[in-house]
């Protein structure tokens, strides 16, 4: 994954200075009530338990703030995360954030989207093609006994 060691020195020096900034200027958020925690959520319409590792979630005022670290950011992953999210808010937290920001570490960037009630339907569609997308390239995903597995998570 890295070109050599100097890159690798290099890169983990980058997203560490990001984090301490990103999180130096967190440090006021009173009471978060998510803090750096996997959590389940299972999403009966589509049949799919989706799982996500939360980093911030705080309470504002009017809804509340949710905040994911990332160093892999690539348009088509950060589409992704924006659906699970959607879904997890909705069935999790019972409600839409009223602020997602997406923090990619190699870079210092956020990339910010609120979420409106209508995108919960796209965001069930986009995860039920994921899923079936995922069943048919894996049909017979056995577990180390040979069972075939069932309610596999997707995840980030």
Excluded at 13 to 22: E, G, V
Excluded at 129 to 140: R, S
């Amino acid at each position: 994954m890295f070109e050599s060691k100097k890159h690798y020195y290099k890169t983990l020096i980058t997203t560490t200075d990001h984090l301490m900034q990103f999180l130096q200027a967190d440090r006021n958020i009173e009471s978060p009530i998510i803090l750096f925690e996997q959590i389940d959520t299972w999403i009966k319409e589509i049949n799919v338990r989706l799982q996500l590792h939360l980093h911030v979630v705080s309470l504002t005022p009017d809804s509340f703030t949710l905040k994911k670290y990332v160093v892999y950011h690539h348009p088509i992953y950060i589409e992704s995360l924006k659906h699970m999210i959607t879904l997890f808010c909705h069935h999790h937290l019972n409600g839409l954030a009223g602020n997602i920001e997406i923090i990619n570490l190699l870079e210092g960037k956020v990339t910010k989207f609120n979420i409106e009630q209508t995108q919960v339907r796209l965001s069930l569609d986009y995860i039920e093609l994921i899923k079936n997308m995922k069943q048919e390239a894996f049909p017979l995903s056995m577990d180390q006994r040979g069972f075939r597995r069932q309610n596999q998570p997707i995840r980030h």
